[in-house]
């Protein structure tokens, strides 16, 4: 986990508002304890501000300038920040890159790093997406982290209502059912379907990620018009306790096989 001295303000507007959130502390010759006094928040709070782990309130921004005379200094870096916070798609994707272990929960559609090339046009022309033949390739290409020497850990779960919703048609689903049994067989994925007969569960508020880094692990939840990149440790260690509840309720791995081979045979069926 990053501690405040290893932020490189280079790398990112949060990571510069961190930064000098401990260097102006240092120069004020202030305690954590002396400073989350002044902003109101505990002192493991303010240590976690300085590590980049949790993201400074604009309330907490404004008090920092009253407290080192710094008009506006962070509650613009704050405003920045929030702003670079929402495009999510780019975060994440870096995020992806440099992750060890991806878990996953998905009740409604496929994961991106999963799907073919027509299941992601047909599902981003669903939601009335732009640009979807370049935004279905650069899903794709985000893919090529599955490829690497030393590809990243996918814990994947998903719905059976998933597999059974006909995107594309059944020529496209035919073709992503047939590409799910191929990356099953990696060594690098386990993928299981939680079934539609496991009723009322945990996972029906939405879809969403947890990614492992040498940083630590960050969430990701999906929403209508993009997502949330979720850093609080609390809240990860809530979303990982929500996965392994639905994974409890999801078939063993040879079962999914199973399952996707009979969803497979209805498809080529029908």
Request: hydrophobic share 40%; net charge negative; charged share 30%.
């Amino acid at each position: 986990m990053n501690r405040g001295s290893d932020l490189d303000p280079k790398e990112s507007l949060s990571h510069l508002l961190a930064y000098y959130l401990r260097k102006y502390r240092e120069s004020a010759s202030l305690t954590q304890l002396e400073l989350a006094r002044k902003l109101h928040v505990g002192e493991s709070h303010l240590g976690n501000l300085e590590r980049g782990r949790r993201r400074i309130t604009i309330d907490q921004a404004k008090e920092a300038d009253n407290v080192f005379n710094l008009p506006g200094w962070f509650e613009n870096l704050h405003h920045h920040a929030q702003r670079q916070h929402r495009d999510w798609l780019e975060q994440y994707a870096a995020l992806e890159a440099e992750t060890s272990d991806i878990k996953t929960w998905q009740p409604l559609w496929l994961p991106g790093l999963l799907q073919t090339l027509a299941y992601a046009k047909a599902s981003l022309g669903s939601s009335r997406a732009e640009d979807i033949e370049a935004r279905a390739e650069a899903r794709l290409q985000r893919q090529h982290v599955l490829d690497r020497d030393k590809p990243p850990r996918l814990w994947i779960l998903i719905d059976e209502k998933a597999l059974l919703q006909g995107v594309g048609g059944h020529k496209a689903m035919r073709e992503q059912i047939e590409h799910l049994l191929v990356l099953a067989e990696r060594p690098s994925v386990t993928l299981q379907i939680v079934p539609a007969r496991a009723g009322s569960h945990a996972g029906l508020d939405g879809g969403f990620n947890v990614l492992t880094t040498e940083e630590g692990d960050v969430g990701f939840v999906e929403a209508p018009l993009g997502g949330r990149l979720i850093q609080d440790e609390q809240e990860v260690r809530k979303l990982l306790r929500r996965w392994d509840d639905i994974r409890s309720l999801a078939l063993p791995v040879t079962e999914t096989r199973e399952k996707l081979l009979s969803i497979l045979k209805g498809l080529n069926e029908g």
